[in-house]
């Protein structure tokens, strides 16, 4: 059936394609590329629905987008598609796509039947029972002692039972069998073969309501309460519980997987298991846009990700002269309304640490503070102080509030830590330098290397607008 449908796939592509492209005028090229209409408003009507915050019109998003496929082409040049972390995370994004294609509900039905038709077979003519039991746990290395002991013990509650006390209560207060003790000693419905043969042979010969005497098998003692016999449901009583047994053991990837090997097979292995998903998906692509696009989006994402990281994310991010000459071109823009204390608060058990602290690293840059706190004071398995270090403004910590910016604050005491103090300097109205507001600064750092970026792709690569189609747009 799936060899069917996948020679029918492949012979309706090429038609559909064909009827496709004739409706489906080109909106742009970007590098000798063709970008279709459907593209451009599968993307254009994904990134503007309802909710979306920042809404463009069909004008802007031409922009924004010749600009994401001047990426995808910049890293298409750099043959990161080659990539083996990239083939090997699209391959498994696709193939999540595609695979659900290889298998129906009715493949899923049979295979369910399949599982029912199999466990009636295994459960046989005996059915099924429900049996509840008292279990003394019995190691088979006891001494004669402890056999005896155990011996003695489940003798006096067989006892017990026989007189009329209630076998639940017993099972709850008594059973080493943790599991059915608190449900009275109840097991689930069983069948041959599930369990201790010993246990097995005593339980199947009880009728309903029967108790057994003390049965010895490899675990221990058992004496077993009869609750209830009866053969397996029919199938259509059992079907929701199979088909969750089945997402349970993910049987729907196991039955793909066997179609494709048939598949394999049936090609005299003229043809891998990704040969058919790779044809499958051209097949499928080409009836379904969405999916096309869907897929298409991943795969051009992934490499916008790789090629952003590499010329503007990472770039910035390892540039500390850049960064720097950023912050010193643009420092107007950091400038704050109201003071920054740039230092520590701090937690100490004597008096000689706290003045030990402040000579510490009074004469070290403030990045390197940190590393020589913890190697000076708690290099060991003591911890000598707690600090909190970094830029602080107010209502960031309570007790430079107090000390600093002389609030009336209430500063919790740290146990084990009674001194508190703090160390460093007030920065007024601006950082003085760009590790003070570094986030900031290499994002805005990642804008200007991304617009030098762009317009060099612009002067690398053609690109051509149809305005005309531009204007169709959603109204075709």
């Not at 005028?25 to 593209?39: A, F, K, L």
């Not at 080409?286 to 503007?312: F, T």
């Not at 004071?377 to 602080?392: A, H, T, Y």
């Not at 986030?439 to 002067?459: F, I, P, S």
Request: proline share 3%.
């Amino acid at each position: 059936m799936k060899k069917t449908l996948f020679t029918a796939l492949l012979l309706a592509s090429a038609t559909i394609a064909g009827a496709q492209q004739a409706n489906d005028p080109v909106i742009m090229t970007v590098n000798g590329v063709d970008v279709p209409r459907s593209e451009f408003e599968y993307s254009y009507n994904k990134n503007n629905t309802e909710g979306v915050i920042d809404k463009k019109t069909v004008k802007e998003f031409v922009e924004l987008f010749v600009n994401y496929k001047l990426k995808v082409a910049a890293a298409l040049d750099e043959k990161m598609d080659t990539l083996f972390s990239f083939k090997k995370e699209f391959q498994q994004y696709r193939d999540q796509q595609i695979r659900p294609y290889l298998i129906s509900e009715k493949d899923m039905e049979a295979e369910a039947h399949h599982i029912y038709n199999s466990t009636k077979e295994r459960i046989g003519e005996k059915g099924l029972i429900k049996p509840a039991h008292i279990f003394l746990r019995l190691g088979q290395n006891a001494t004669k002692e402890e056999q005896e002991n155990a011996k003695v013990r489940i003798d006096s509650i067989y006892n017990a039972l026989k007189k009329g006390a209630d076998f639940a209560a017993l099972a709850t207060t008594l059973s080493q069998d943790q599991g059915t003790a608190k449900n009275g000693g109840e097991l689930p419905w069983i069948s041959v073969n599930q369990t201790l043969k010993e246990f097995e042979d005593a339980a199947f010969a009880l009728k309903d309501g029967e108790m057994s005497a003390p049965v010895l098998s490899p675990a221990g003692y058992h004496i077993i309460l009869m609750k209830g016999h009866k053969q397996l449901e029919p199938f259509d009583s059992l079907k929701n519980n199979i088909y969750a047994f089945m997402e349970q053991r993910n049987v729907r990837e196991h039955v793909i997987n066997r179609t494709l090997d048939n598949m394999v097979k049936a090609s005299d292995k003229k043809l891998t298991r990704e040969n058919i998903l790779d044809n499958l998906c051209d097949s499928l692509c080409a009836q379904d846009r969405d999916l096309k696009y869907l897929i298409q989006e991943y795969h051009d994402g992934l490499l916008l990700y790789e090629v952003s990281n590499r010329m503007v994310w990472e770039r910035a991010a390892k540039d500390e002269a850049g960064l720097a000459a950023y912050f010193k071109k643009n420092k107007k823009k950091y400038n704050w309304d109201t003071p920054h204390f740039k230092g520590m608060a701090y937690h100490v058990k004597t008096e000689e640490d706290k003045e030990a602290v402040k000579n510490c690293v009074k004469d070290l840059p403030f990045d390197q503070w940190a590393e020589k706190l913890r190697t000076t004071f708690n290099g060991d398995s003591v911890i000598r102080i707690r600090v909190e270090k970094g830029l602080f403004k107010m209502g960031d910590n309570a007790l430079i509030d107090k000390e600093v910016f002389k609030k009336d604050t209430t500063v919790t005491p740290l146990k084990d830590y009674p001194i508190d103090a703090v160390y460093g300097k007030v920065l007024k109205k601006k950082p003085e330098d760009y590790t003070d507001v570094k986030g900031q600064v290499t994002a805005d750092y990642q804008d200007l290397l991304e617009k030098q970026w762009v317009a060099q792709l612009r002067k690398k690569y053609l690109v051509k607008v149809n305005n005309e189609v531009v204007e169709t747009v959603n109204k075709h």
